[in-house]
């Protein structure tokens, strides 16, 4: 079910949702009223009385206070006083007052003000001094051309006019009170009400005066003793005082004197003052939703409540206490749309802020807030929580900074919550890059805290993580996104209070963080550049390949072998990058790979011997900030700026520096991730023989500092870069794709052929190289002679030397030039031994301790003796190479010959990973009546044991000793294997139609279409 908004079931009054209402209409001004002038919402008794919750406070002081001047009995006393915080509603009442004392003209329904019969029938003399207003050093201008000194000049005045002045006139110019029969004459025979407002404040204005504070004594003992003698005569005035009765305001030592000299006055007239107080804390929320809506639907409120007081049972374990309390609930039902927090912050913390007048200052806030959630609408407020008053909004801020006096927090407000203008503050760049089409949580954590920063007293300040999550929950708010955007805030805030255990809380000045900040502006643009460039480098050294750091261009690139490792070319940030996509490759990069030379004139002819890193652009400036970061705390853990900063703040830059390095590391290699790489598979774009790939770096635990270890894991991973311990490309593979395919080639042009062409692999070292020819010898492909020596299959390992007196023949040239096999020694019989028969002939020593057939057990080895015509029979077919392109020359094959059906497929792999991956699509191949897998070779361990390996049987009885057997033989210091793959068709395998090349499909889809195979195809009997 759908939650309502407070946009569905609120409707606020006009003034505020447009926006209209100054702060004179949240600002009563009693004198103003008494003289018919000021905020309509004040001196209109019909608009007053519509805005004004029936506090029972303000029930009781109208129905005593008019009961003494009409006269119709009851009254408990003529003397009253208001007692309540700073801004509870004391001038609210006293106008009150003042419209029931006229009657409330034009009011048609005040029942539920006060009873029609305690209205006074005829008219009321009201006289108020107001001490806001109150001028005792140039006098108050009343009329008549009076000025008016003081509260008894004042009240002479609006009681009796230029004639009651002129009694006193003496007494208000020289600041003597006059005496209780004086005042007393001023009253005559009609009904009057003195109401003396904001005493605290002229007292204030008075200060210094010789005797102006015990003549103001004076007039009030003379006062209360006249309005006593006068049985029509009221007399209420107001003191801001708690229920402790001590003052705690920005006036609390004058409010204090007032107090008591009221008190010694109350003692001398024998009469005590009723007390009242125009509204009690728990009417204060009423008073407030009165003046800001015009209407708000309960059954969608109770409703709305729900949805809340479900929420704070599901999580509450992770809120504060008050989500958990009956009461809460039930504040909440009466409060809404204002969420209890609002009420608790502002009563319990704002309030001690020595500008903060309650009832007022809340209605100013929430007014402008309520105006503002109108105009923007957030999806999001299903009730209106601290995070919806915006100190980023003009009004607001100026309420806060301006008439609250917080204007320390303008930093705060500007740099971590709210920014002005085109400048985001940090939660709203947090929130634009974390919580991008949700809602603000980062900026909703940071108004929240900041509010309950507003308090006067540190133990007050801030607010927990529970209370926090309690603050902003709600049916459009996720917890665990709160708990996110906290986080993250703290991590990066310059304001916040970064001591340990503070609650979240902003301080007036920056913290830790902003001091490192600072410190990252002071740090030597050309120290950065060199520290970067130095950690940089450092980085991408290592033992694999040779680092060639910073290139201007082709001529700083060698194109020579020396130290026989492949060079990585490391391209500076500032010389070359690379933007999203990476669809082109860099123009330096390509004019390194094709030329050499000072002049880059010459071709370049060890392309395959070069790989290329480049950074990229966006990410750059990070890598820039974060050794800016880690320069600006070094300089900071200096022993003189250590001892600027308090002990906890030591701590934590030794933390951050020990840290920072690496950062600084993951930064750098998540900046160098562009990979470049020579392959006939070029990238989109290029014009070159270069391959892209995007090196991905998240975290610490992938190594950083590391750099070139992530390169040679990522050129391993795609087959590109063979390492030492790596396998070797297929013999037969190397042998059609280099000039050794033409018959013969010297070793050492056969090494170079691996620096030149990008279509083989990159060699690390001549191990894999030497592995490479020793492999082809022993697998029948190549026959190898240096001088006398010949090295072919079957012989005793030898040494194989690199040079241009070595030369590698392919098995066929060597059996046509008459190089292999060598002519049989004649048998001699050694003296005093008995004759022995020949060793087998199917065996021979491979060096590693395993027994290896010469004469494969599946079938007769490739080499002089692959394709014959004839088996048995039958139309055979034979053709190697790649997978895909041997599977295509079988079927061209058996075209040529007409054959109609193929009955059986064989397909033999000399590479362990190619025929692994070989078995899972054989057993997936459709239409195949048969299928067999053949398995041969072995391996032996880098702690010298030696492991046999035959497997014949169906591929899936297979899959479960390749899963065994993959790990082993890639950790395997020496390993042999030998696979046949046997697909038979029992009706036939269609060589016209589709047939031949669903199969092919099959094959080649999920296996490697390039690994070199040997096929075999018979055709159907």
């Known amino acids: 079910m759908s939650i309502p908004t407070i946009f569905d079931l609120c409707v606020p009054r006009a003034d505020v949702l447009a926006g209209t ?3 004179a209409d949240f600002a009563a001004d009693l004198s103003h009223v008494i003289r018919g002038g000021g905020p309509v919402e004040y001196s209109d008794p019909v608009r007053f009385f519509r805005n004004t919750y029936p506090t029972r406070g303000l029930k009781s002081l109208l129905a005593n206070v008019c009961a003494r001047l009409s006269g119709a009995g009851g009254a408990v006393s003529a003397i009253f006083r208001l007692d309540t915080s700073f801004g509870g509603g004391k001038t609210h009442g006293l106008i009150a007052l003042v419209h029931a004392a006229r009657g409330m003209q034009g009011i048609n329904d005040y029942g539920e003000f006060i009873s029609p019969e305690l209205l006074p029938r005829e008219e009321v003399k009201v006289a108020a001094f107001d001490g806001e207003n109150a001028d005792p050093a140039n006098g108050r201008r009343m009329g008549d051309g009076v000025l008016a000194y003081t509260p008894w000049g004042e009240i002479a005045y609006a009681l009796a006019g230029r004639e009651g002045y002129e009694r006193i006139r003496k007494s208000d110019e020289e600041g003597v009170a006059p005496g209780a029969e004086t005042l007393a004459e001023l009253f005559g025979d009609r009904p009057a009400l003195i109401l003396l407002d904001e005493l605290s404040i002229y007292l204030r204005k008075i200060q210094g005066r010789s005797g102006a504070r015990d003549q103001l004594t004076a007039f009030l003992t003379s006062l209360f003793k006249a309005v006593e003698s006068s049985p029509r005569a009221a007399l209420v005035y107001t003191l801001a005082v708690g229920k402790d009765g001590r003052t705690s305001d920005a006036y609390g030592n004058e409010n204090q004197f007032i107090a008591d000299k009221m008190a010694e006055a109350e003692s001398v007239s024998a009469r005590k003052a009723t007390l009242l107080n125009p509204t009690e804390d728990d009417e204060t929320v009423q008073v407030i939703l009165r003046r800001l809506f015009e209407r708000i639907d309960a059954q969608g409120a109770s409703q709305a409540v729900e949805s809340y007081r ?7 374990a992770s809120l504060s206490p008050e989500a958990a309390k009956a009461q809460t609930v039930a504040d909440f039902m009466a409060s809404y749309p204002l969420h209890p927090d609002v009420l608790e912050t502002f009563t319990a913390k704002t309030a001690t802020l020595a500008n903060f007048q309650r009832v007022r200052g809340m209605l100013r806030l929430l007014g402008r807030t309520v105006g503002r959630l109108w105009a923007t609408r957030p999806g999001d407020a299903t009730a209106i929580h601290l995070h919806h008053i915006d100190p980023g909004y003009e009004p607001i801020r100026q309420e806060i900074v301006t008439r609250l006096g917080q204007a320390m927090y303008v930093s705060a407000i500007r740099n971590d919550i709210a920014g002005e203008g085109d400048k985001k503050a940090l939660a709203q760049e947090i929130d634009e890059d974390q919580f991008r089409g949700l809602p603000p949580y980062t900026t909703y954590v940071a108004r929240t805290a900041f509010m309950h920063t507003l308090a006067f007293n540190d133990q007050l300040k801030g607010v927990t993580p529970e209370h926090l999550r309690y603050a902003l929950l709600g049916p459009q708010i996720d917890i665990s996104f709160i708990e996110a955007a906290r986080q993250k805030f703290i991590g990066q805030s310059a304001y916040l209070d970064d001591r340990p255990g503070a609650p979240l809380r902003f301080l007036a000045e920056a913290n830790l963080t902003q001091v490192i900040r600072r410190q990252e502006q002071h740090v030597d643009p050309g120290e950065l550049r060199a520290q970067l460039n130095d950690r940089i480098k450092n980085i991408f050294t290592g033992q694999t390949m040779e680092i060639v750091p910073f290139p201007g261009g082709p001529w700083d690139v060698p194109d020579e072998v020396g130290s026989g490792r492949p060079h990585l070319v490391l391209l500076s940030q500032d010389a070359c990058s690379v933007g999203i996509g990476a669809d082109n490759v860099p123009d330096l990069v390509e004019r390194i790979f094709e030329r050499k030379g000072s002049e880059g004139g010459s071709l370049r002819a060890l392309r395959n011997n070069l790989v290329f890193v480049v950074a990229d652009e966006g990410r750059i400036d990070d890598m820039r900030q974060k050794m800016a970061r880690r320069l600006a ?20 830059v030794r933390e951050l520096e020990a840290i920072s390095e690496t950062e600084v590391a993951i930064a750098i290699q998540q900046c160098f991730r562009h990979l470049f790489y020579p392959s006939r598979t070029r990238t989109s774009g290029a014009t070159v023989d270069l391959a892209h790939s995007a090196l991905d770096i998240h975290s610490a635990s992938e190594k950083p500092g590391s750099g070139q270890q992530q390169v040679v894991r990522a050129l391993r991973e795609f087959r590109k870069l063979r390492a030492p311990e790596d396998e070797p490309d297929s013999p037969a593979w190397i042998r059609d794709r280099t000039p050794l395919k033409r018959g013969q080639i010297t070793t050492a042009a056969l090494r170079e052929e691996f620096r030149r062409d990008p279509a083989l692999s990159i060699l690390v070292g001549d191990d894999v190289f030497l592995k490479g020819i020793r492999r082809g010898i022993e697998q029948g492909e190549y026959v190898y002679r240096r001088g006398d020596l010949l090295y072919g299959k079957g012989d005793p390992h030898t040494s194989i030397a690199i040079d241009e007196q070595a030369s590698v023949f392919t098995m066929a040239y060597a059996v046509e030039h008459g190089i292999w096999p060598r002519p049989a020694p004649k ?20 060096g590693s301790g395993l027994g290896e057939q010469t004469q494969s057990p599946f079938g007769t080895s490739t080499g002089a003796n692959a394709g014959a015509p004839q088996t048995n029979g039958h139309s055979r077919f034979t053709a190697e190479g790649p997978l895909r392109e041997a599977l295509i020359r079988l079927w061209e094959q058996a075209q040529a010959k007409r054959v109609e059906r193929l009955g059986q497929l064989t397909i033999r792999m000399f590479d362990a990973g190619d025929a692994f991956r070989l078995i899972g699509v054989v057993a997936a191949v459709r239409g195949a009546d048969g299928k067999k897998v053949q398995l041969e070779g072995g391996y032996e361990t880098t702690s010298g044991s030696t492991v046999e390996i035959r497997y014949e049987g169906s591929p899936a009885d297979a899959q479960p000793l390749k899963d065994f057997l993959d790990p082993q033989l890639r950790a ?5 294997l030998d696979a046949r793959f046997e697909i038979t068709f029992n009706e036939g395998l269609p060589v016209s139609g589709d047939g031949t090349e669903k199969l092919t499909e099959q094959l080649t889809r999920f296996a490697t279409g390039a690994a070199y195979v040997e096929a075999t195809a018979e055709a159907k009997a």
């Not at 048998?827 to 491979?846: K, N």
Request: glycine share 6%.
């Open 827 to 846: 048998p001699t019989e050694e003296p005093g031994r008995a004759e022995t028969g020949p060793a087998p002939s199917g065996t021979r020593d491979t």
């Open 21 to 23: 209402a100054s702060d």
């Open 972 to 976: 395997a210091s020496e390993k042999t």
């Open 633 to 652: 705390l070094r300089e900071l853990k200096s022993p003189e700026r250590l001892s600027e900063l308090a002990e906890h703040q030591q701590a934590k």
């Open 310 to 316: 479900a929420l704070w049972h599901d999580h509450k």
